[in-house]
């Protein structure tokens, strides 16, 4: 497998420096890479503050990472030449949770489908990129005709984001970064964008990268996951076996906090007003992350940090609960997902 | 449950704009009885929360009822004046939102704003007696003693929303409005925090309305469902019904649309089509244009909410014909 972007043990810290109290790791040692042959689907899930925005901004470049490396076909992305970066820009192309803020409230929407391609040079005439503009914004179940012309504000939420993913498509771009695409709009509109993300995977051939606090959309639409806790990837696999057979407490503690479509009231337990928030342990943990909130934690877990543990063929799990189990040499945790399309 | 403690008849709220009026609430009837929980559930502009907000007499200019009562226990709060209105908050209707955690005062302590509400309702007391209902406050939404005397930087988006909870539900209101209490926080914590409601609900026999749009949290939650579209009630029925055999194609289509982890799906199937535009209404029914089932007559004649069987109401063509009772709410 040729990596066509990686992460290479890249740490991120924000805030103070050495023991300052401020200081937060939001993406510790993680190193992993989107192919380039084969056009994958993965989730990054977690909480809040789990680093999963981090980690995609450091994808993007927009950030630098604090050690490690990022990079684009085998080169740091900060020492890209002028041609290298100019095709990475167009590689790697972004779409943001807000679709509202991307846009130049005094320009007209197509104004900034138009800019991608004067910037990349993508067409030859005004007519061409016109057609362009069109075929693309078919692709995501837009009509043009609703969209040419209008003003940002005369748009819908669930249109504004679409013409974002059709103007991530008129670059034609390798890997879509996509950072909680649809927490900002409806239901019904949700199933929709979230379906043509799947078209471009499957049918043209992009990767993507799909960030979210959601594990139901991203069980239904990704083939792998990595689960993120406090900057660490916790759990890492096929989607299916993660989410059906979670293996790390954090993983099971997440799956269980779904609310199921179905009237059973599973959730009238005064029990449940705390799960998960402690476990009666008050300690400042060395090792494992999560070990002030794990229910089955033990004393290694305080002083040793869990390598991530081979649990089945697809996945792997960083917990001691699998002890025993086989550990890779690597800490790449691409080598656990499993690229079939 | 004994008898209604909320009464929606017909209410229509306006939005007044220089293009129109936009009508984001458009003849809504309902009735809730003591103790229930109910869920408004719709797409953004479906008027659920403008609904919720008119209960509390909370809706600012533009926006203005233009019609309909609201009876909370047979009095009539659109009727009320400002000073009535303001001793019925709090008191008899408490108001949770979605920015609740992030409308605390950043200045002043925990302890301090959980009495102001009390303090603006008569409640001077002593300071034992201060003490020990703050302590009291907090317990009853889970929160430890000490988080009295923190400010709201120190606390997390689940405790400060228990505390917004805590001081809605300090004089045991007969209605708790919760409008998406916990779409800001993440899954485990939104799992504990509607826990939490949960229970304050049964301790006090409080009926809540929960405004949403996350099905699987309302099914969790809600004895009964209400299907809000385009300003309207369409679809009316307990919970279990809901979610199993929902009657509104629309009702329908927004359940499909919700993806699951029970099974994969081959295809994420979103609604078709956009909301109408409030402003001129069409003939008909609204749902029309969007509607895989429509039929010449709801091009015609708009719908009205009916109960189709016992308990279970729609708004839709495809059930006044055949096998209903044809009787309309009043």
Known sequence: MTPLLELRNVTKVFGGRGFDQHRVVAVDDVTFSISKDVPSMIAVAGESGSGKTTLSRLLLGVDSPTTGQVLYQGKDVRKLSRVERKAFLRDVQPIYQDPFGVYNPFYKAEHLLFTAISKFGLAKSRDQAHALISEALETVGLRPNEIFGRFPHQLSGGQRQRVMIARALIVKPRIILADEPVSMVDASLRATILESLRVLNRELGISVLYVTHDLTTAYQICQNILIMYRGSVVEVGDVDHVIANPQHPYTQLLVSSIPRMRATRDWEHDANEDVGSTNGVSRKSFGCKFADRCPHVKEQCWTTQPPLFQVDDNRASSCFLHQGASVSETNDISQWMDSKT | ?330
Not at chain 2, 177 to 187: F, G, R
Not at chain 2, 228 to 246: C, F, R, S, T, W
Not at chain 2, 276 to 291: D, K, Y
Request: aromatic share 4%; net charge negative.
């Open chain 2, 1 to 330: 449950m004994t008898g209604s403690v909320l009464e929606i008849k017909d209410l229509h709220v306006h939005y007044e704009t220089d293009a129109g009026n936009i009508k984001a609430v458009n003849g809504v009837s309902l009735n809730l009885q003591r103790g229930e929980r109910l869920a408004l559930v719709g797409e953004s502009g479906s008027g659920k929360t403008t609904t919720a907000l008119a209960i509390m007499r909370l809706l600012k200019p533009p926006a203005k009822i233009v019609s309909g009562e609201i009876l909370l226990n047979g009095r009539n709060v659109l009727a009320m004046n400002e000073e009535e209105m303001r001793l019925m908050r709090l008191d008899k209707v408490a108001l949770v939102t979605q920015a609740a955690m992030n409308s605390l005062n950043p200045v002043m302590s925990i302890k301090d704003q959980l009495t102001d509400g009390l303090e603006d309702h008569g409640y001077y007391e002593s300071k034992e007696l201060r003490r020990a209902r703050v302590q009291e406050m907090l317990a009853r939404v889970g929160l430890n003693p000490e988080v009295a005397d923190m400010y709201p930087h120190q606390l997390s988006g689940g405790m400060k929303q228990r505390v917004a909870m805590a001081t809605a539900t300090a004089l045991n209101p007969d209605v708790i409005i919760a409008d998406e209490p916990t779409s800001a926080l993440d899954v485990v914590v939104q799992r504990q925090v509607m826990a939490t409601l949960g229970r304050l609900q049964r301790e006090t026999n409080a009926s809540v309305i929960l405004v949403g749009h996350d099905m699987g949290l309302i099914a969790q939650f809600a004895d009964r469902v209400g299907v809000m579209y385009a300003g309207k009630l369409v679809d009316l029925q307990p919970v279990q019904h809901m979610i199993e055999n929902p009657l509104h194609p629309y009702s329908r289509l927004l359940l499909e649309s919700v993806p699951t982890l029970e099974k994969k799906q081959e295809k994420l199937i979103g609604i078709p089509g956009i909301t109408p535009a409030l402003i001129n209404l069409p003939r008909g029914c609204l749902f029309r244009p969007r509607c895989p089932e429509a039929m010449d007559v709801c091009a015609e004649v708009e719908p009205s909410l009916t109960q189709i069987y016992p308990e279970r109401w729609a708004a839709c063509h495809l059930f006044t014909d055949e096998n209903s009772t044809q009787e309309t709410n009043a």
